[in-house]
């Protein structure tokens, strides 16, 4: 069974430039979701989708970040513009549904790198 | 705000050696996962425990909930240099994972 794909693997770019994140989920995953690891830290949640639907995005910085799942498949999350704290690793994960004791299953991350 | 506290933050051991690594919180978790997280790779799930005092063991690793829920303990005996990587708890709040801060352990041969 194939994982959580996601691309690119890394990305560098300038302060105030745009950005954008790919994630396919595991085939017959209904809950995706979007992650930042901050350097020494443990995941932040920033959304989670249900199919195509926002089940919750109250940590997503929505001034500058958007993430969609139009068909309830893959997830693009983009930043714009981006500053220099976004500098992290954006992991997506998902996961059969999204209630009770589930299991996560991540992706690689990207690493983004904002100068 | 539900905060998972983990220590240490860093380990740097000798293979051979045994550790532990703790996961505090103030607040009650209906249940707690541990992951492992390799350099360039997603974190994986070792374990979930549910009931307080529960104890599992995976071949040289032991996780403990707390009684009341609101902490573990991820013990390793004989640690070996394929452990060597970031330790992460998380813990369930009404099906929302939040993750601790996370133990980053190197294994020396």
């Known amino acids: 069974e194939a994982g959580v794909a996601q691309s690119p693997r890394y990305k560098i770019i300038e302060k105030r430039q745009s950005v954008a994140f790919w994630c396919n989920p595991i085939?017959?995953?209904?809950?995706l979701y979007w992650y930042q690891q901050i350097l020494g830290q443990g995941p932040k949640l920033l959304i989670q989708?249900?199919?195509?639907?926002?089940?919750?995005d109250s940590q997503l910085p929505k001034d500058r970040f958007s993430a969609e799942r139009l068909k309830g498949v893959d997830s693009t999350l983009k930043i714009q513009p981006a500053k220099l704290e976004d500098s992290a690793v954006y992991l997506c994960?998902?996961?059969?549904?999204?209630?009770?004791?589930?299991?996560?299953?991540f992706g690689p991350g990207t690493r983004l790198l904002v100068l | 705000t539900q905060l998972l506290e983990q220590s240490p933050q860093f380990l740097s051991i000798q293979e051979g050696e045994n550790l532990t690594v703790y996961c505090n919180s103030s607040?009650?978790?209906?249940?707690l996962q541990w992951y492992r997280q390799e350099p360039g790779e997603g974190p994986v799930l070792l374990v979930t425990?549910?009931?307080?005092?529960e104890v599992k063991k995976l071949k040289r690793l032991t996780f403990q909930f707390g009684d009341a829920r609101k902490d573990s303990s991820l013990h390793i005996t004989a640690a070996q240099p394929g452990d060597t990587g970031l330790y992460l708890c998380?813990?369930?709040?009404?099906?929302?994972?939040?993750f601790g801060t996370g133990t980053r352990l190197q294994v020396f041969p």
């Open positions: 085939s017959g995953h209904a809950t």
């Open positions: 994960a998902s996961s059969l549904n999204g209630q009770g004791r589930i299991t996560q299953y």
């Open positions: 607040s009650v978790f209906s249940s």
């Open positions: 998380a813990g369930f709040v009404t099906d929302k994972l939040i």
């Open positions: 425990v549910v009931t307080g005092g």
């Open positions: 989708f249900q199919n195509n639907g926002v089940v919750d």
